[in-house]
Nanobody, 120 residues
Framework: FQLVESGGGLVQPGGSLRLSCAAS????????IGWFRQAPGKEPEGVSC????????NYADSVKGRFTTSKNNAKNTVYLQMNSLKPEDTAIYYC??????????????WGQGTQVTVSS
């Protein structure tokens, strides 16, 4: 299977970005999909998770109220809408098959990552 992220970039503090994760080789109807991030010199941090139903989501405390994850099963794509971005949100963001909130799944389950940089 494959996960391909897109939508990263450079944004000013307070700005917004929407990341997309296109899945192939499996259907989102049956699997949870999450996002985690890794900043230079820091441990990876689970950011969000959306369960197969699409009705249940989890977020890290650091992003609650600012980030929203959703999915479109018809497009087999998961999204991460990031609002009110802060410099500390700067990291490489990875889409992952499974929920990364307690344990990051093995790298075989990751996409290639997309860089998000929040800076003025």
């Amino acid at each position: 299977f494959q996960l391909v992220e897109s939508g990263g970039g450079l944004v000013q503090p307070g700005g917004s970005l929407r990341l997309s994760c296109a899945a192939s080789g499996f259907t989102l109807d049956y699997y949870a999909i999450g996002w985690f991030r890794q900043a230079p010199g820091k441990e990876p941090e689970g950011v969000s998770c959306i369960l197969p139903s699409g009705e249940n989501t989890n977020y890290a405390d650091s992003v609650k109220g600012r980030f929203t994850t959703s999915k479109n099963n018809a497009k087999n794509t998961v999204y991460l809408q990031m609002n009110s971005l802060k410099p500390e949100d700067t990291a490489i963001y990875y889409c992952v098959k499974g929920c990364p909130m307690s344990t990051i799944p093995p790298s075989d389950y990751w996409g290639q990552g997309t860089q998000v940089t929040v800076s003025s």
